[in-house]
């Protein structure tokens, strides 16, 4: 549109007759089939080689009438149509018909040409005419070049196109390169807490050390203790919005000392405490925190050699880091994907299942009691089926929530299952303000719903008892029941055994079923080592059978 509008322009500019404007109008209908059925494969070709023609005669006839009129050459009156050359030559390459664009040439040529040859002017044919020979041969050639260029263009885009990869093939590419470096670093882990740990028993055979721990961000704009070690379990600053070398730290990038302890509470004394910040490119992942019973026990010479050590952890702790919340995502992913096809697709059959089976016990004839007592048994296991899939759904879907925490979910599924099974159900939560990382906190959760699980569907237990103790980087989780006991379990409990042990294992945690005395038994995972504690913490123990 907007080419034929400069060509109507410089036509009146050049015959200032309005009559010249039906070749315009010409090419406008001929372009009809370029714009709607431009790929058709005889439709869209045939549009643009009647463009053409039209455009190689509307240019003779401009010409001779230009030349008459005495105002412009001819050559001059031909260069007002012929740009609209462009137009069906640009298309035909841009939708690679190479062989279309050399045919559109030749037609345009061989159309310029005979229209010289018939139309007459004053001077004799047009054919004649220099300047309207030199103009033809000029639009013809740039025509040609603007050809070639869009051709050009159109390769060089579709081959960036192609080189570009895929989302997914790129995150399958990164994945797998992850792990094979994963599989080759020392001691073939990417674990968080290992690497903490690993840094602060380095740290500590360097400088004087008589409380140290690694701290990680979270969510919540939070901290959680990755590592710590010493004689006391300390509850340190986690927020960081507070007023302590821990916050200077994480927002300067720049190791802070202080004459305090970084922990809530502590019995006071001479106090030394270096903050170190563990930066990997421009972030920040974590912190190192030293505490020594002395005064300025972390002199410049001392900080120089704990940087020494932070530097190159803070890479290992990152990939470490970022490896987990791939894994996270991937997990929670893949666990929603399982509850949406269990929902969607077996569940919704057994609902159907059980209202044909209502329908025939409506039916059935008084007389068929032994099929009537069958349809009911029947219609009996298919409603316990249906129960176990909705608590399934109800696991899958069960995540820790941000700031509701650890011992408030498992609370939470403990609660759901009993009240379905008819279990009585006692709690005993303890749970610190830090959190543990997020993974490590799903793990744990897992692990208490296989538990809770056991226990409603083999153990035939009246009772459970629940019991969440947090204080990072320790953490133990038990759940009780007075049931027959883990030596009369079936098969299938044994199998959720092994897969919390394998749980246990993946966070570094020890896993532990003994007998409960007088019934029943006992499973708990305990992460860490439970220490003398000197700290405040939020505590909830509910009465019994609640």
């Not at 841009?94 to 062989?99: I, K």
């Not at 279309?100 to 040859?117: F, M, N, P, Q, S």
């Not at 054919?127 to 020979?133: A, D, E, K, N, V």
């Not at 925190?289 to 530097?311: C, K, R, W």
């Amino acid at each position: 549109m907007v080419m034929l509008s400069l060509v109507a322009v410089l036509t009146l500019i050049t015959t200032k007759d309005v009559s010249q404007l039906r070749w315009i109008a010409l090419l406008a209908v001929a372009g009809i089939p370029a714009v709607l059925v431009a790929r058709h494969p005889v439709f869209g070709p045939l549009g643009r080689f009647a463009e053409v023609v039209i455009v190689c005669l509307a240019a003779s006839e401009v010409a001779s009438m230009a030349l008459i009129d005495g105002t412009v050459g001819g050559g001059l009156g031909a260069s007002a149509v012929l740009p609209y050359l462009s137009v069906p030559l640009t298309v035909s390459a841009l939708q690679r018909r190479s062989r279309e664009g050399v045919a559109l040439l030749t037609v345009a040529a061989i159309t310029l040409l005979l229209a010289g040859l018939i139309t007459q002017t004053a001077d004799g044919r047009q054919i004649t005419q220099f300047g309207y020979l030199v103009v033809c041969a000029q639009w013809l050639i740039l025509a040609a070049l603007g050809t070639l260029a869009a051709g050009t263009l159109r390769r060089a885009m579709q081959s960036r196109g192609d080189d570009k990869p895929q989302p997914y093939a790129e995150a399958t590419r990164l994945l797998t390169q992850l792990r094979s470096v994963a599989r080759q670093l020392p001691g073939a882990t990417l674990d968080p807490g290992g690497i903490s740990e690993h840094l602060v028993e380095e740290l500590r055979t360097v400088v004087r050390a008589d409380r140290a721990a690694v701290l990680s961000a979270s969510g919540g704009g939070r901290l959680v203790v990755l590592a710590q070690a010493g004689v006391d379990r300390v509850d340190w600053e986690t927020t960081l919005d507070s007023d302590s070398a821990i916050a200077d730290a994480w927002a300067s990038q720049q190791p802070q000392t202080a004459a305090r302890s970084q922990a809530r509470s502590h019995r006071g004394g001479e106090v030394s405490a270096l903050v170190v910040p563990l930066v990997a490119g421009v972030r920040t992942v974590g912190l190192v925190i030293l505490e020594a019973d002395v005064a300025n026990a972390y002199p410049q010479s001392v900080m120089a050699e704990v940087d020494e050590l932070t530097g190159p952890a803070a890479l290992r702790l990152e990939a470490a880091l970022l490896f987990d919340e791939v894994r996270s995502l991937a997990t929670n992913e893949e666990r929603q994907r399982l509850a949406r096809e269990i929902h969607d697709g077996v569940a919704q059959e057994l609902v159907m299942v059980g209202y044909g089976i209502d329908n025939a016990l409506a039916t059935l004839p008084e007389e068929a009691k032994e099929t009537g007592e069958e349809l009911r048994t029947l219609r009996g296991e298919v409603t316990r089926v249906i129960t176990e899939l909705r608590l399934s759904l109800f696991e899958l879907r069960s995540e820790v929530d941000r700031h509701g925490g650890l011992a408030a979910a498992i609370a939470e599924y403990a609660r759901t299952v009993g009240a379905s099974a008819g279990l009585r159900v006692h709690y005993t939560l303890d749970e610190s303000t830090a959190r543990l990382p997020a993974a490590t906190e799903a793990e744990l959760l897992r692990i208490a719903q296989e538990a809770i699980t056991n226990a409603r569907k083999h153990a035939g237990a009246t009772n459970l008892w629940v019991t969440c103790e947090v204080d990072p980087p320790y953490a133990q989780i038990e759940v009780s029941d007075d049931g027959q006991g883990i030596a009369d379990q079936r098969p299938d409990g044994r199998y959720g055994l092994a897969i919390m042990a394998e749980r246990a294992e993946r966070i570094r945690g020890r896993l532990e079923i003994r007998p409960r005395h007088p019934s029943g038994t006992t499973v708990a995972v305990v992460l860490g080592t439970s220490t003398r504690r000197d700290s405040v913490r939020d505590s909830v123990t509910a009465p019994e059978g609640e």
